[in-house]
């Protein structure tokens, strides 16, 4: 994009706010100087102070013909840093590396500037200024400019520009090695950043500035740069009062911590570019102020939030361009858009038809103050209205010049001002010159009175006025009360329109319609508005609608009229009238008016008075015009009240003759009314009123209220009781009246004659009390407070109240009453506000009613009387009562020190404490008394403050224990009063004016000791009183965060640490005080670390010294694990790095002092040895060390920078403590390697600090030589440092396997320089090596279904290994026991739950039913052996149900039923056991099961892992798996290997060819072979267990349950043996003592009966207990090549193979350990494929016949009908026939045995005949009607094929 040279200047037309990069706002009236043009966009600069540079939109600019001035340096630099700029035109936009390179160049030879690429495509772009001359100068530069300012003698200015010219220093640098490394983006942000610093620095030395203003850009600065901390280093440094870096030595920690999380939640969400737009804001706003006073015109600005309080509009009406040829009326007005309603009067102008004002004496002179305006009119669109009206002939003709005979107000137009749009929340104080008000007509004069909101709506129809060209306005919005505001609005006009002789009173106002939202008691209003709504009158005798006019007069009751009491607008052109005329609308009998009236009547004739309207019918010639009726309305009610708001309905009457007559003596007010004036029916009037006063009220008991003194006491008690019952529906109008409601009674309280109605006044005074301080009403309570402090005069009205008051609480505690209880009670504070203010007036007064000591007196039986309250009995008519008594009291507290003492101050604030009892109904408020009376009067008086200290601090220690019982809301106030008064006692330890003059010394002579650590522990000292809140104050932190858990037997804690907190975090987050912010994931331990900082060394040996020993070890447990859990959790933001700091220090601190308290109270060695607190201790001190937020070599060098000067490495000091109390344990050093073994191993692997690495080896050594020197063994470290090293493992295998290498070698060096530890030390060092070498080689594969069978092999490697290393360490049998459950754990996850269930056993196995004790294994709860036992046989019990394998979980269920009926009688149990084993039952009968395909897989070549390289396997499938998607299983595990389908040796040539070569084969199960081999190996081992048992038995002769037991587990375990073998032998009987005997056939009756098992039962037969498996390859020997028939001569090679466990096992691959092949004859082949035909044809009939008809699927057995029919038919069953049923194959193959094939072949063809019957019949019966045909087709087959194959199978 190219650049033109312009060099103009301009000034801007409208507003322009930036929405793109490089863009600068513009403010109307801005100068500015345009450089160059491009594509409607200008690049210069803003004139504003500091000049502004960028581009902006060349249509909001008019070029001057203003010389251009010649240009400075500075505006050189700024104009040639325009990117983009050079004499050819621009450059092409895309080239951004090359721009890059050049900038990089020209930076290196010229040391000018760089440039910067433009980033928009739409708008031009200019860089920032950069001059590398004032870069390489930095700070110098900046301190040359602030020497120039008094700001540098200020000390906390002046260490804040030391920060900014180091800043500067640092972010030049940085941007430097930004722009050289080619990163753009960062560059640019941090010039952005550097360049609003630099503005924010001019901006805060312009010693213009006031002082409020520069202390604002001060805390921008800082937040600046604590924003860039963030950014760039990634903390923050928060500043006290002096804009000092804060830090403990100079700010409490409670204060810190505040002052932290301010700055955080201001700088969090903000961007550099905010920074940039928030001081072009506050300079904008500045601007518009200066061009608004020069004239300029506004545009609409957004602002702002208005201030709080009453605001008000000054009008300034300064020209209006109306040429309307006759006089006209202008009404200004405030309109509330939203409301649809007008809030304020009319300002009312008159100005001649020239448009002068008619009192030329108001020339330039028409201005008004609107009073009241309020933030929410803004809200509701608030617009500025100005209705005109013209005054002159009924029909406007500008061809008459004479002057009429009569004039009329005729409507002429409207004109509109949107205020909400004009920014005015950012002007307050400032005027502004908006745009002019168009004047628009409506062609229908009818819609006058909405023609506001038509041009609000922009209605079409409008036209703007032709004779009416604007008005000219100005306006300016002030805050404030309304006289302070008055009179700077006067001065104001007085300094601007020179007008120094202007009286005040020549600013007229404009009042508020209605009252405002908050009132003073003492404002007085009393104005009544009569709105003249709308009418529908007669049309009478006329032939067109009349011209209505309105006169309206304010008449006595005797008919005289009220003179000059009507106003039609405010100011000074609004004189009062007597008779009001309405304006004309022209032929029209149903006007809208919309004309108000103000009244102004006396008081004292308001009730006397009414008002009368005449309605004329006038007429262009005055001659016929008359009036036709009249009406009137009466201005009070018949008790004197005045009467109600809204809408009245006035009554017409016709006129009589004599009209005149009877309006002067208003005889239209008498009944009967005169004949001669009948009602006109038809005809209505209708006005509004509202009443606006202080003096007249609408309500007839307050009328009769105010009126006391004229009533007898019976009726003034009468009146009283009508006031208790408003209710709040009157509480509006009761606010109006609050001065005269509150003296009327104050003045019968004290009034001698009305002593009999004191009760009550008294009561009456409550009620209005309890009315007007409502908390639910909140805008009335001001009202009270400024009548109590501004207006309450009656000095002695203090003896009353106080007398009353106790009176009536006494009578109401004898008998209670709620609502007269309630209402005593609500108003509690402010009666105490009245009797203390009394009581100050009595003092004033010349001579006091009583002496002081009188007085408190009486205050303190009120008081008793309050705390009396409480002893009541548990009513609740009280807790309600009570409730507000300890809500309130904080208020009567802070009246009462107006009157008392700080001691006497004190002991009331401590009586109600003691007086309020502990109990749930009153405890949050008891707390929130106790806290809203530190924040007061109590808490900010030392003497009062110390008085209530004690009883503070034992309920706060009560009350943090509900946090026990599910209360958090208790702890939540009592954390909030800590604070408070930790707060306060640091105040008081460290004075703020001595901090102060530290700080001002320091700065002075120029030292930064920001860089001094004050360690110094003698000045710390915490009040003792605050020290017994300790261990509560760690109980409840401990709840929190879910540490208060009790430790397990291995000394670990079920806590957990990660995160922000334990069990208590969710319910913590729930709750939040409406008055108290208090985070309690952070507070509580806040405080706590508070209270352990403050703590001297001695204060804190001394408060352990104190506790009893069980005390003392559950604090010191307690204190310990809460640090512990602590050591890692982010308690603060990262950016918050004081609080981080202070956070580990005091837990360092912390350790410290308890290492040197547990060395005195519980010493190694000694009776008192506590192992627990060892524990923990050690535990902390180890986290502390591998705690990241102390790990400074990992900071940033700033970060790193800032902390090691102040607070050092405070890992060094731990690492000397830990090895001096190391030292100090001896031979107890064994003890502690469970717990510590895994903080040394993370140590070692994760710390990069030096003393912590070796410490932790050094301490991991000793602990292996003091077990070895102790026992000769290395069981728990061994068995604790194989555990942990797993972890690691499976943490991060490749920083495993380097820490593993360190430490072996490390500890190898270290073993072999001890002559005594060498040898078994090397034993023991290879034996954890090969122990991790397993463990990571099972975690080096992927925790996947695709490598289970690895992970499975190793895992089995592993635990073959332990068993290989023997069973006499506990230790390595716990590691066989967790590794067995490991493997469980991956079954299962891989839903392997048969798996699962085999290796769960085989954990059953390793126990007994035994009462020992055992380590804790990870997933079971249960310690004890037995109760292990049981819990694992019922996880294995649900896996094989899971997995459908009932059977198995029948066989466990009968182990577990052994155990629960004769050894633990555990009949329940039992029960249980056997309803679920009945399920299994019903489920082996009725549920239909799938089961898995094996699968033969070799692996060939060298380019397989040895575990499997060429070795063959057995994989058992998931079920329902086909070969292929196996096939694809094993072919995605490993993509390189070449797959043979083919049960072959791949050939040689292939084998040498491919490295991975995989083989796969289906295999069929042989379940026969299977068992019989299982029975074998079973039998072979159950002799081994009988020799075994012998032994056992003799062992246990004595004890005969033992021998029974045994004796039963045996016989189950034969009985499962025999089931095994029965599968496959059905004549086999098994006794019961294990012997097999032939029973005969089915048919014996002497034998055993022999029942073949169901078909669901068999086939899970045929599918489990299986090791032996075959597959088949088919040989054709025929010499023939192409033989007739192939079934002649067909052989098969059947192959069996044998794996070495039998499936399902505790894996899903087994390898084959043996093979054998044999061959089946050709017609042993057909018999066995005619059999195996017959099984499907026979499984495919049973399902059938056991589905519903209208369920059945027939689509697979007519599948198989149809095969084997057509089959032997069309020549299958005849080639078996022809082959092997021949006179020719007995011949070829003569003997027994080929007569036994043939006879066997027949068997198996006519049983498939009967099958193929039964099938058809069944398939007849089910098929639907669509398929009889294929039935009847299958049936003529089969008959055929029976015809044919009958003779040969007879």
Known sequence: ?????????????????????????????????????????????????????????????????????????????????????????????????????????????????????????????????????????????????????????????????????????????????????????????????????????????????????????????????????????????????????????????????????????????????????????????????????????????????????????????????????????????????????????????????????????????????????????????????????????????????????????????????????????????????????????????????????????????????????????????????????????????????????????????????????????????????????????????????????????????????????????????????????????????????????????????????????????????????????????????????????????????????????????????????????????????????????????????????????????????????????????????????????????????????????????????????????????????????????????????????????????????????????????????????????????????????????????????????????????????????????????????????????????????????????????????????????????????????????????????????SIDHGNIAEPYLCIAILQRMLTIEHHNQHPEEARLAAVSEDDASGNNDDLERKTDDSTKHLDPRFHGLLEHLVHLVSVLRGDDEEDDSSGNKNSSKSGNGGSGGDSVRSFKHQSVDVDMKVDPITVLWTLLHEMSDEQFYAYCQSMEADKFAHFATSLLRVCEGLVDVKLYPDMWIVMTMLHMSVICATFRRLGVVLRKRVAPGSDAFDLGIWRELFGLGFSVLRCDMLALETFSENKANFIRPRYGDMRDSIVSVIRELWESLGEQKTLFAHSLVVRLFDIVQLSQHELSVDLALNTYFDMVRTEFNQSGEFTQVERYTIDELYNIANRNQEAADKFMESVYSTLRERIEADAALAQRGMEFLNHVHRMYELMSSMLRFPDTAMYEDERTSVALKLLSYLESEGQSSSSRRDMQAKYLNELVKLHYGLNNRVEAGVTQLQMVDMLEWSNKTLTPLDDYSAKIERKLKEEMYLKAIRYFDEGEAWERAIDACEELRDYYQHQTYEFRKLGELLRQQATFFEAIASRQRFFAHYFRVVFYGPGFEEDIRDKEFVYRGSVLERIMDFTNRIKKKFPNAHVLMSSDDPPAEMLAERPQIISITMLTTEKDESRKLLFQRFMAQQDNDDNDGKDAAAATAGNEDDNGRNARVLAQRRRRAARLYSSTRGNLEVSDDGDSKSGGNNNNGGGVLSIAPPDKAAKYDENNDLLVFSYSKAVQKSKEKKPANEFKDLWVRKTFITTAESFPTNRRRVEVVSRRTAELRPIENAVDAVRTKNLELLEKIKSVEQSAAAQADVGPLSMNLNGMIDAAVNGGTQKYIEAFLSAEYLTAHPGDEALRDQEALKAALRAQIGHLERGLKVFQAKCGPELQGLSEHLAGFYQKMVATTADVLK
């Not at 408003?726 to 009305?754: C, K, Y």
């Not at 009883?951 to 220690?957: C, T």
């Open 1 to 961: 994009m190219s650049w033109n040279t312009l060099r103009r200047m301009g000034t801007a037309l409208y507003d322009f706010q930036p929405s793109g990069e490089f863009q600068v706002p513009l403010t109307a009236g801005d100068r500015v100087q345009v450089f160059q043009e491009s594509s409607g966009w200008y690049k210069g600069r803003v004139l504003v102070e500091p000049v502004v540079k960028g581009i902006f939109p060349a249509a909001f600019v008019q070029l001057t013909d203003e010389p251009f001035p010649e240009e400075d340096e500075v505006a050189r630099r700024v104009r040639e840093s325009i990117v983009g700029r050079d004499d050819t035109g621009g450059r092409p936009a895309g080239k951004k590396q090359e721009d890059t390179k050049q900038q990089q160049q020209q930076q290196q030879q010229q040391q000018q500037q760089q440039q910067q690429q433009a980033k928009s495509s739409t708008t031009p772009a200019i860089a920032e200024e950069e001059d590398s001359k004032a870069k390489q100068q930095g700070a110098d530069a900046s301190v040359t400019v602030e020497q120039q300012s008094g700001l540098s003698e200020n000390m906390s200015y002046k260490a804040l520009f030391s920060e900014i010219n180091q800043c500067m220093s640092e972010w030049s640098q940085q941007a430097k090695a930004q722009l050289a490394a080619g990163s753009a983006a960062e560059h640019h942000t941090l010039k952005e950043r550097m360049s609003a610093l630099l503005l924010l620095r001019r901006r805060v030395m312009d010693e213009s500035l006031s002082e409020h203003v520069r202390e604002e850009l001060r805390h921008e600065i800082i937040e600046l740069i604590e924003k860039s901390r963030k950014m760039q280093e990634g903390f923050m440094v928060v500043r006290n009062k002096n804009g000092k870096l804060a830090d403990t030595d100079n700010t409490g920690i409670i204060e810190l911590c505040q002052r932290h999380r301010v700055m955080y939640d201001t700088i969090k969400q903000e961007s550099t570019f905010e920074w940039k737009a928030k001081d072009q804001r506050r300079r904008t706003q500045s601007v518009i102020a200066q061009g608004a006073r020069g004239g300029s015109r506004m545009g609409l600005l957004s602002g702002p939030d208005f201030p709080p309080g009453p605001m008000h509009l000054l009008l300034d009406v300064q020209m209006c361009m109306l040429a309307v040829g006759e006089e006209v009326e202008l009404m200004f007005s405030l309109y509330a858009h939203r409301q649809r309603k007008f809030i304020s009067e009319s300002y009312y102008v008159s100005l001649t038809g020239k448009g002068m004002p008619r009192n030329l004496a108001l020339f330039r002179k028409l201005w008004t103050l609107f009073r009241d305006v309020e933030a929410k009119d803004f809200d509701n669109e608030l617009y500025l209205v100005c209705r005109i009206y013209r005054e002159g002939r009924l029909v406007y003709d500008p061809k008459k010049t004479k002057a009429p005979e009569s004039t009329y107000r005729r409507p002429f137009g409207c004109g509109v001002l949107n205020l909400s749009q004009l920014g005015l929340s950012a002007k307050i104080g400032q005027e502004i010159v908006p745009p002019q008000l168009n004047i628009w007509t409506a062609p229908e004069e009818s819609s006058f009175p909405t023609m506001h909101q038509m041009i609000i709506r922009k209605d079409k129809s409008l036209e703007l006025a032709p004779r009416a060209k604007g008005v000219a306005i100005a306006l300016a919005l002030y805050s404030g009360d309304f006289d302070s505001v008055h009179k700077r609005a006067v001065d104001h006009i007085r300094t601007s329109r020179k007008e120094e002789k202007m009286p005040e009173s020549g600013l007229p106002v404009t009042n508020r319609l209605d009252f405002p939202e908050k009132m003073d008691a003492g404002d007085v209003r009393n104005d009544f508005y009569v709105y003249l709504h709308k009418g529908h009158f007669l049309k009478d005798k006329k032939t067109s609608e009349k011209n209505i006019e309105v006169n309206v007069k304010v008449c006595k009751d005797n008919g005289q009229t009220v003179q000059n009491c009507m106003f039609r607008g405010a100011g000074l052109a609004a004189l009062a009238e007597s008779d009001f005329k309405s304006s004309v609308f022209y032929h029209n009998n149903d006007p809208s008016f919309s004309e108000r009236i103000r009244l102004a009547v006396p008081i004292d004739l308001f009730d006397k008075c009414h008002l009368l309207f005449t309605f004329w019918h006038v007429s262009t010639s005055a001659k016929k015009s008359a009036p036709f009726s009249l009406g009137y309305l009466k201005l009070a009610t018949e008790s004197g009240a005045v009467i109600r708001d809204g809408v009245h309905k006035i009554e017409t009457y016709k006129l009589p003759s004599n009209f005149q007559k009877v309006a002067n003596t208003a005889q239209y007010l008498k009944t009967p009314r005169d004949p001669k004036m009948p009602l006109r029916k038809d005809e209505e009037f209708s006005v509004i009123t509202q009443l606006t006063s202080t003096r007249k009220t609408q309500n007839d008991t307050l009328h009769s209220l105010f009126k006391w003194r004229t009533l007898d006491l019976s009726r003034l008690r009468l009146f009283l009781e009508k006031f208790i019952s408003i209710r709040t529906d009157g509480m509006q109008e009761l606010s109006r009246f609050v001065r005269e409601t509150f003296d009327a009674l104050f003045a019968m309280l004290i009034s001698e004659a009305h002593v009999p109605i004191h009760g009550s006044a008294f009561r009456a005074l409550l009620h209005a009390l309890y009315l007007l301080t409502n908390p639910k009403l909140p805008q009335y309570i001001p009202i009270v407070d400024s009548y109590i402090n501004t207006i309450f005069q009656f000095n002695t009205v203090h003896q009353v109240l106080l007398q009353m008051y106790a009176a009536q609480l006494e009578e109401l505690r004898r008998e209670p009453d709620r609502s007269a209880l309630m209402s005593l009670t609500r108003t509690l504070p402010y009666v105490f506000k009245l009797i203390v203010k009394s009581r100050q007036l009595d003092i004033e007064s010349a001579a006091p009613s009583i002496d002081d000591a009188e007085f408190k007196k009486g205050v303190n039986a009120a008081l008793d009387s309050i705390y009396k309250l409480f002893d009541v009995p548990d009513n609740k008519e009280f807790v309600a009562s009570q409730s507000f008594v300890v809500k309130s009291f904080p208020q009567v507290i802070d009246s009462l020190q107006h009157v008392f003492s700080p001691a006497e101050l004190g002991e009331v604030s401590r009586n109600i404490i003691q007086a309020i009892p502990v109990g749930a109904k009153h405890n949050m408020d008891k707390l929130n008394l106790i806290r809203l009376s530190l924040d007061g009067a109590v808490g900010q008086n030392d003497g009062a403050r110390e008085t209530i200290v004690p009883v503070v601090l034992d309920s706060i220690a009560v009350h943090l224990h």
